[in-house]
């Protein structure tokens, strides 16, 4: 049931960097596309989602880049903070079973 | 308002033993799902429930794993003759509307440990 595959794994990135991750999907009937974001200890919590009848949208450092023909949308943290470390998942909606990619650890060192 | 809670927030069982994990979802909230978290790993989706209607079970990985939830209000998760392998954190986490295009609200899991 690979229908989300999220890249990378793993990051790190100095403090102020951009820091972006992507997710790569299979299934055309998902119609919403948030991240979610994980504290150790704690459950996964809405970061950001976009529909897919707009191409970016933006809250404050976070920004959610969607393109439909490529079956893709990313996250993309602006000047990445120590505070942002954390898990960030995928989790495309649509007429299915919700279905999270395996995540991505990100690492913000000063 | 109350966000999900879910109880016990850590169970050590003896292999073999059965165990009950309790979530109470944001009221109102018509959807509820569970998911299973193995340590360093994604979210492994297990159950979902919406409303009245049957629930989606097709996560559930085997037959000594059951849930049952009351209407819109308190579900709990049962696994029977735990295994080593059962050994995660078990997260609840529920929606405010009858489809798919709508947030999940999650608690902090119960971290069950098979010893």
């Known amino acids: 049931q690979q229908q989300v595959k999220q890249s990378p794994q793993s990051l790190i990135v100095q403090k102020g960097g951009i820091s972006i991750i992507n997710c790569a999907y299979e299934n055309t009937a998902f119609d919403y596309f948030p991240w979610y974001q994980q504290f150790p200890g704690k459950g996964p919590a809405l970061l950001i989602a976009i529909r897919p009848d707009v191409s970016e949208k933006k809250e404050g450092r976070f920004t959610i880049s969607f393109n439909k023909s490529a079956k893709q949308f990313s996250l993309h943290i602006m000047d990445s903070q120590p505070g942002d470390s954390a898990t960030y998942f995928c989790a495309p909606l649509g007429n299915t079973p919700l279905v999270f990619g395996k995540g991505t650890r990100l690492s913000v060192i000063a | 308002g109350a966000g999900v809670s879910q109880s016990p927030s850590n169970k050590v069982t003896e292999k073999g033993k059965d165990v009950e994990l309790r979530c109470d979802p944001i009221s109102g909230h018509t959807a509820l799902y569970w998911y299973r978290q193995r340590l360093g790993q994604g979210l492994e989706f297990l159950i979902y429930f919406q409303g009245n209607s049957a629930p989606d079970k097709s996560g559930l990985p085997s037959d000594r794993f059951s849930a049952e939830r009351t209407g819109e209000s308190v579900s709990t998760l049962t696994i029977q003759r735990t295994q080593q392998e059962d050994s995660a954190v078990y997260l609840c986490?529920?929606?405010?509307?009858?489809?798919?295009?709508?947030?999940?609200?999650f608690g902090n899991g119960t971290r069950l440990t098979v010893t």
């Open positions: 986490a529920s929606s405010s509307r009858s489809t798919y295009n709508s947030p999940l609200h």
